[in-house]
């Protein structure tokens, strides 16, 4: 084994820290065994991902101001500056958790890549099977990031774009430098071919572990953020083959009386729909650092709302009129929308309906009009009432490829909305003028707009890093 001290890092937020990133290992310990090493992936810190914070900017998000019921003085001071598209929510000292706890995780995946194949005892195969499971989470994060802090992919101007820093090894006394957004999804792209190629083929001990069906989604999403539709296509389909069972929601119904029992009526938003580890429709699991994400402190948008019916139980479980639900918090009849109430812990992270959604848009994009309307009915089978529901066909649509492909692009706003998508998906549809839009938001008696392709969309590299990286280049 090598002579080296690995950490297994706690990071802190420190002013005045000489480490590069601003991280800082708190306990030592030394992995020895392969076990050791597994053992990194089954800590509480992996269970984790994204920045819930990060859909305030959206065009789904709304934050009503009246009291009672103010949603908008609610947020912390970063996630107001979010909202209102301000690209430097994050002052001097103030923990980026998006970045801090990315990065860190990072350094964990690095340990276990960088060394396990020299750990004692434990098979190869199952060494292999480890490391590839290294492999895709750090693929994961080094992908949520360089679709918060820099443009979006452009295949005619990646090489030249600035990303993030790509950490591929676990020391934090190493200098990192601000690489290319090609550079990044090329090492995207790598590690998620390292994955398949070694990744069980069932999740181990829990979801939170990956399967190989988790590495193909990984790559199904990264080729889409690219605009590959061949290569996502494929691998979605890749990943539905594997793992393509879809829950019926029609089973689900709301918790009465629920986790607060003491609250005045039904408290709605509580359901029974399994956790992320537990959700058949789950592939990898995690979760926001707060478990609810958005839960109780965003509303649907009124453009989100009118996308609903009351057929569909993604709006009837997810969203309710009130929080509590009595007068006078009704957000329904005061302003038209529903307050998000998704209370399960579930997974924001690799799951079955992105993987058909996916490969529906690629088929829409492709002209295979029935093929994209035969994924969007088998989800909505699950999601809308009986008595409601209706299979599509292109019929429907004039035959017409650009309804059948916005048609699509809804369905999957409806599904993946507050899961940490839809940015990533303004910013990518962004690049085609026919999807352009400006989202607008209202704070405290001024309107902000965020304009198509705005540099307002990159976050501002975490100020407590690029104090000690004075050579990385900002963002606008």
């Not at 550079?183 to 181990?204: H, S």
């Not at 008595?387 to 649509?397: E, G, Q, R, S, T």
């Not at 017409?400 to 916005?406: M, P, Q, S």
Request: net charge neutral; glycine share 6%.
């Amino acid at each position: 084994m090598k002579k080296l001290s690995i950490y297994i890092f706690s990071f802190v937020v420190l002013s005045g820290c000489d480490k590069f990133l601003d991280i800082k290992p708190k306990d030592k310990f030394i992995p020895i065994t392969t076990t050791d090493y597994e053992n990194m992936l089954n800590s509480g810190t992996m269970v984790n991902f994204g920045d819930y914070f990060w859909d305030l900017q959206s065009d789904d998000a709304f934050l009503p101001e009246g009291e009672p019921g103010n949603l908008y003085t609610k947020q912390q001071l970063h996630g107001r500056r979010i909202y209102t598209f301000n690209n430097n929510p994050y002052d001097q000292g103030a923990n980026d958790y998006l970045w801090s706890e990315g990065y860190k995780r990072i350094f964990y995946y690095n340990s276990i890549i960088n060394n396990i194949m020299d750990a004692t005892e434990g098979t190869e195969a199952n060494k292999k099977s480890v490391r590839a499971e290294a492999y895709l989470g750090r693929a994961m994060e080094h992908l949520q990031m360089v679709n918060v802090y820099a443009q979006h992919y452009d295949a005619t101007v990646a090489a030249t774009t600035p990303g993030i820093p790509i950490a591929l090894i676990a020391d934090i006394n190493a200098k990192f430098t601000r690489n290319s957004v090609k550079e990044v999804y090329d090492q995207i792209l790598r590690d998620g071919e390292a994955a398949v190629a070694d990744l069980p083929e069932k999740n181990k001990l829990t979801k939170f572990r990956a399967s190989k069906a988790g590495g193909y989604a990984l790559l199904a999403r990264t080729y889409l953020f690219m605009g590959d539709y061949e290569n996502a296509g494929k691998n979605a389909a890749l990943a539905i083959s594997l793992q393509g069972g879809l829950k019926n929601m029609n089973d689900y119904s709301i918790i009465i009386p629920g986790p607060f029992p003491n609250v005045p009526g039904a408290p709605l938003g509580w359901t029974n729909i399994p956790d992320a580890q537990l959700n058949p429709e789950t592939i990898v699991a995690r979760h926001f650092l707060r478990p609810f994400g958005l839960g109780m402190d965003v509303c649907a948008s009124p453009e989100l709302s009118a996308l609903f019916t009351n057929d569909d139980k993604r709006w009837t479980l997810y969203y309710a009129d009130g929080w509590p639900p009595a007068p006078p918090f009704n957000y329904m009849s005061r302003y038209q929308v529903k307050i998000f109430l998704r209370g399960d812990f579930y997974s924001n992270y690799l799951n079955v309906p992105e993987m058909y959604l996916i490969r529906a848009e690629c088929f829409a994009r492709e002209g295979k009009k029935q093929e994209a309307l035969d994924d969007i009915n088998k989800l909505r089978l699950n999601r809308i009432t009986p008595a409601a529901y209706k299979v599509f066909m292109p019929a429907d649509f004039g035959n017409d490829n650009e309804r059948i492909l916005r048609f699509v692009l809804e369905e999957r706003r409806r599904e993946l909305a507050f899961t940490g998508i839809r940015v990533i998906d303004l910013k990518r549809l962004n690049k085609e003028t026919r999807f352009r839009k400006t989202i607008k938001h209202t704070a405290e008696g001024k309107e902000y707009e965020l304009q198509p392709g705005s540099d307002k969309y990159l976050r501002q590299l975490w100020p407590n890093a690029t104090i000690f990286n004075p050579d990385w280049p900002l963002n606008p």
